[in-house]
């Protein structure tokens, strides 16, 4: 499901709100899960999962044409796990 999809299914079961304010709402929203990882927060939606921030710690890689070594940054990556609500709806 892309953001846009997403915005027309809230809108579809909503009709008392305007398309606009709602693509405003869930955009609002991603951009404060956004904001919060940025800061180093976890975020956690009770049901549905928790969003945090993992580091990778630097290393040594290896370019895979020509096999010659590359120094990989440590970089921080988002990680998602999802709650017991929502593994329990999928493994149902």
Known sequence: MTKSELIAQVAARNPHLYQRDVERLVT???DEISKALGRGN???LRG????SV???D???G???R???SVAVAEKAVPYFKTGKQLRDL???
Do not use: C, H, M, Q
Request: overall charge positive; hydrophobic content about 35%.
């Open 48 to 51: 549905f999962g928790a969003f």
């Open 58 to 60: 630097s290393r040594i």
């Open 62 to 64: 290896r370019n895979p």
């Open 66 to 68: 020509t096999g010659e």
């Open 90 to 92: 999928l493994n149902a």
């Open 54 to 56: 993992k580091r990778r």
């Open 28 to 30: 609002s929203i991603f």
């Open 42 to 44: 976890r975020v956690e």
